[in-house]
């Protein structure tokens, strides 16, 4: 497996009009369905069983995007939130403790509602869904169902369903459709970018990890900015 800065090097080499082409050939339009902004297991109806929702533990089920510490701090500014309105430790790597998750990660997943849906997806009357801080959705909302075939960057939703070149295509029932040029290169544009960051957040966490005492029952989730709590603040 090539290193870290080897990867990171290739993401930097890739070519936009390439990129643009496999999502071409690939094809893809927004059917706004919501499917890549709510868990797996959703909420039946208002009055929702509760200990079906504890049970899942969200490992799995709940909407899982990955966003960067700059990008949580972007969204806090659009409406004054706190770092727990917008983002959570990302559940992989923790296990279930007495008073709840605890242990360490890696990553910091968006923040979910009680259903297990993003806390920023709403429908209207109508179910026709939309993301409440579209403008300032993070890399990996601006670019799903693509990711490049580069180690070190994430596979959100899971294995590929579809592969042109260097990008890998998710799940998603937009796939298949016509695209025009110009969203093309501008999906192209946003999917290079994030393959950048998502390694040079890998090669920050791992140059910066250091190993830190934590009390039972607690989390610390390592970023690039180095260890943290759950709200968002240094571990000393």
Request: with cysteine; glycine share 10%; hydrophobic share 30%.
């Amino acid at each position: 497996m090539e290193s870290l800065e080897a990867e990171r090097e290739r993401a930097e080499a890739l070519d936009v009009a390439e990129l643009a082409d496999a999502i071409e050939a690939i094809g893809f339009e927004c059917t706004r369905c919501g499917a890549c902004c709510k868990a797996v297991d959703g909420c039946e109806g208002e009055d929702a069983d509760e200990e079906k929702r504890a049970d899942t533990g969200g490992e799995g089920h709940d909407h899982t995007a990955t966003v960067f510490p700059d990008e949580v701090r972007e969204l806090q500014a659009t409406e004054d939130y706190d770092w727990r309105d917008v983002a959570r430790p990302m559940p992989y790597g923790l296990v279930e403790g007495e008073d709840g998750p605890q242990g360490e990660t890696f990553e910091w997943a968006l923040q979910t509602d009680d259903c297990g849906d993003c806390t920023f997806y709403a429908e209207d009357d109508d179910g026709v869904g939309a993301c409440t801080v579209h403008g300032d959705r993070p890399l990996v909302c601006r670019t799903y169902p693509f990711s490049v075939a580069l180690g070190g960057t994430s596979q959100p939703m899971g294995e590929a369903v579809d592969e042109e070149g260097m990008v890998r295509a998710h799940e998603c029932e937009g796939l298949g459709r016509d695209i025009s040029r110009e969203e093309a290169e501008e999906l192209a544009r946003a999917l290079k970018e994030r393959a950048i960051r998502e390694l040079d957040e890998a090669v920050a966490v791992r140059d910066r990890y250091r190993p830190v005492e934590r009390d039972s029952g607690e989390v610390v989730v390592f970023d690039s900015e180095g260890p943290k709590r759950p709200d968002g603040s240094r571990v000393e």
